[in-house]
C-alpha cells in the first residue's frame, strides 16, 4: 500500500484575476471625475464680481436696521439729559431744605444743652456719692483682707521652695547620670585601642606567613623544573646510546 497523495495543485491569484477580466464596478470611476464639466474663466469672474457687489435686499436691510439704530440712541440719550436735570433739580431743593432744618436745629440745641447740663451735673453729684461710700466700706474691711492676703503669701512662699528643692533634686541627678554615660563612653573606648593594637599584630603576622608560603612556592617550582631538566637530559642519552650501535 502507498502514501495517499495530498499535494493540491498551485493557483496564482494575479493569473486568476487577470484571466476573469476587468471588474464592472457600479459607481463612477476616476475618469467620470476628471471628465467631470468645469466652468470657463470667464465665468468664474462673473462669480466673483457678484459676491463682491452683493444683494441689493441684503443693503436695504442694513439701512434699516440703521436707522432704527439711530432714532433708538437719540430717545436714551433724551431721557439721559431728562434724568440729569431732574436730579439735579432735587438736589438743589434738599440742599435748601437742610439750610432750612439747621437753622431750626440752631435754636432747638441751645435749649436741648441748658437741660443737658443740669442732668450732667446730677449725675456727676450721684456718682461721688457712690465714690464715698466705697471708700468707707473698704476702710472697715483692710483688717480682714491684709490677714487673708499674709496667709496666702506664706502659702505662696512654701510652694516657691518646694518647687526650688524638686529642680535641685532633678538637676543632681542629671549630673550623675552624665557622668555615668561619660564612664561608659570611655570604657568602650579602651577596648578598640586595644583590638585596633591586636589587628595589628594579626595583619603583621598574616604577612609573614604569606612570605613563608610564597618562598616555599618558589622553592618548589624551582625543583620541579631541575627534575624535568634531569629527565630530559636522561633520555637524551638513552636515545644516542640506542642509535649509536
Known amino acids: 500500500?502507498?502514501?495517499?497523495?495530498?499535494?493540491?495543485?498551485?493557483?496564482?491569484?494575479i493569473a486568476m484575476a487577470r484571466s476573469r477580466g476587468p471588474i464592472q464596478s457600479s459607481?463612477?470611476?476616476?475618469?467620470?471625475y476628471l471628465n467631470r464639466p468645469r466652468p470657463t474663466w470667464e465665468e468664474v469672474k462673473e462669480q466673483l464680481e457678484k459676491k463682491k457687489k452683493g444683494s441689493k435686499a441684503l443693503a436695504e436691510f442694513e439701512e434699516k436696521m440703521n436707522e432704527n439704530w439711530k432714532k433708538e440712541l437719540e430717545k436714551h440719550r433724551e431721557k439721559?439729559?431728562?434724568g440729569n436735570e431732574s436730579s439735579s433739580k432735587k438736589r438743589q431743593k434738599k440742599k435748601k431744605e437742610k439750610k432750612k432744618s439747621g437753622r431750626y436745629s440752631s435754636s432747638s440745641s441751645s435749649s436741648s444743652d441748658s437741660s443737658s447740663s443740669s442732668s450732667d451735673s446730677e449725675d456727676e453729684d450721684k456718682k461721688q456719692t457712690k465714690r464715698r461710700k466705697k471708700k468707707k466700706s473698704r476702710c472697715h474691711k483692710s483688717p480682714e483682707s491684709s490677714g487673708s492676703d499674709s496667709d496666702s503669701d506664706s502659702k505662696d512662699g512654701s510652694k516657691k521652695k518646694k518647687k526650688s528643692k524638686d529642680v535641685t533634686e532633678r538637676e543632681k541627678d542629671t549630673k550623675g547620670l552624665s557622668k555615668k554615660r561619660k564612664m561608659y563612653e570611655d570604657k568602650p573606648l579602651?577596648?578598640?585601642s586595644l583590638s585596633e593594637s591586636d589587628c595589628g599584630?594579626?595583619?603583621?603576622?598574616?604577612?609573614?606567613?604569606?612570605e613563608e608560603r610564597e618562598k616555599t612556592t618558589d622553592k618548589a617550582k624551582k625543583r620541579r623544573k631541575h627534575k624535568k631538566h634531569s629527565k630530559k637530559k636522561k633520555k637524551k642519552a638513552a636515545s644516542s646510546s640506542s642509535d649509536s650501535p
Do not use: C
Not at 459607481?27 to 467620470?32: L, S
Not at 599584630?201 to 604569606?210: D, I, N, P
Open 1 to 13: 500500500m502507498g502514501k495517499r497523495d495530498n499535494r493540491v495543485a498551485y493557483m496564482n491569484p
Open 27 to 32: 459607481g463612477p470611476t476616476i475618469q467620470d
Open 80 to 82: 439721559l439729559l431728562s
Open 190 to 192: 579602651s577596648s578598640e
Open 201 to 210: 599584630e594579626v595583619q603583621a603576622k598574616r604577612k609573614k606567613s604569606g
